[in-house]
């Protein structure tokens, strides 16, 4: 369904109850009855498990499965799969400029991405109370899955020309794949670049915001957001440069003090964040989940442009029930 999303998102600011917007989408695989290994490999099962959620939650929106592993196998990358766990890249594909000379950008449809595509085309066909945002990475992140996390680091210093050469690459990449999730009728996207949450904010500076920016200037609009998600620890030192380019919404994880960062932004941007979906949503105990949401609230809601969420990706393991505590937390919250 179409949305002017930057009315939604106004009226989200100025709502005094506002709803929850999680990363929820693969925890749907117990709703499924089935395994991580068969959610991301189809399509069907996909829109069905955020039906599912939708139906089961009063979430804002529904968001799509954030698997930061499909671009970088579209690539060429190994990924390990399980039948429990969110995929992972394993390896370094690209060692040197030579391998990033010859590295090809593949074609959007390549791997899993038709899969993830068409389950966005399936979901925005059946959710029609709400906004579908689909999930990416961003491109700081896919190239250090290329390079290795950990080497990525190094090169930023030791190799800069073969980082930026890769971040073409995936830049270019990531921008067909945004642009056929808006044609698929996704409302937006959610852009995870976590590994640029781990820079200096220099180096943030000149290997993330750029690449970020020439996706937001060419798929941003007002039925299409980019939500830009970072949980890495550096992101307070980091604002001046993620409001250079212009995301409509940003989120953060666990690793900051929320209301530190909400006092840095303007009010009419939309904030999200940041209950730990590991250690507590999924560890954690119905009154633990209950408990640490409300915490996040009470320091957060007066800034009203602070929307709840988790602080990155819920694991596919979470209980139900600790999901259910966490939205009967917000509505408790609300109802005061």
């Not at 991301?40 to 804002?60: F, H, P």
């Not at 390079?147 to 210093?157: A, G, K």
């Not at 690793?255 to 941007?269: H, N, Q, T, V, Y």
Request: glycine content about 6%; overall charge negative; charged content about 25%.
């Amino acid at each position: 369904m179409k949305y002017n999303m930057k009315q939604w998102l106004g009226q989200m600011i100025a709502a005094p109850k506002k709803k929850a917007l999680p990363v929820l989408s693969f925890p749907s695989v117990s709703l499924l009855g089935c395994t991580v290994k068969e959610l991301i490999s189809d399509s069907e099962r996909q829109a069905q498990g955020m039906c599912l959620i939708a139906e089961r939650t009063d979430a804002a929106a529904s968001v799509s499965l954030m698997d930061l592993s499909v671009e970088a196998e579209c690539f060429g990358a190994k990924i390990s799969i399980s039948d429990d766990e969110v995929p992972t890249v394993v390896g370094r594909l690209i060692n040197d400029m030579d391998e990033a000379e010859a590295l090809t950008v593949p074609h959007v449809g390549a791997g899993r991405t038709d899969i993830y595509i068409d389950a966005i085309k399936k979901a925005t066909a059946r959710i029609t109370d709400r906004p579908v945002l689909a999930g990416i990475i961003g491109p700081f992140s896919l190239a250090a899955r290329l390079l290795d996390v950990s080497e990525i680091m190094m090169d930023c210093y030791d190799d800069p020309d073969m980082v930026h050469l890769v971040l073409e690459k995936a830049t270019e990449f990531l921008l067909e794949y945004t642009k056929a999730y808006k044609a698929a009728g996704a409302n937006g996207v959610v852009m995870a670049e976590p590994v640029s949450g781990l820079l200096s904010p220099a180096l943030e500076a000149e290997f993330s915001a750029p690449y970020v920016k020439r996706i937001v200037d060419a798929v941003q609009d007002d039925d299409f957001i980019l939500v830009y998600h970072n949980c890495g620890d550096n992101t307070p030192h980091m604002v001046d440069s993620f409001l250079s380019f212009g995301a409509a919404a940003y989120h953060f994880g666990n690793a900051i003090d929320m209301k530190e960062m909400l006092e840095k932004f303007p009010a009419d941007i939309p904030v999200m964040g940041n209950v730990d979906p590991a250690g507590v949503l999924r560890m954690g105990t119905p009154e633990r989940v209950k408990d640490a949401t409300l915490s996040v609230m009470e320091k957060c809601c007066e800034h009203s442009n602070f929307v709840i969420s988790s602080g990155c990706d819920i694991p596919p393991m979470t209980p139900w029930k600790n999901l259910d505590a966490f939205f009967e937390a917000v509505k408790e919250y609300y109802g005061k």
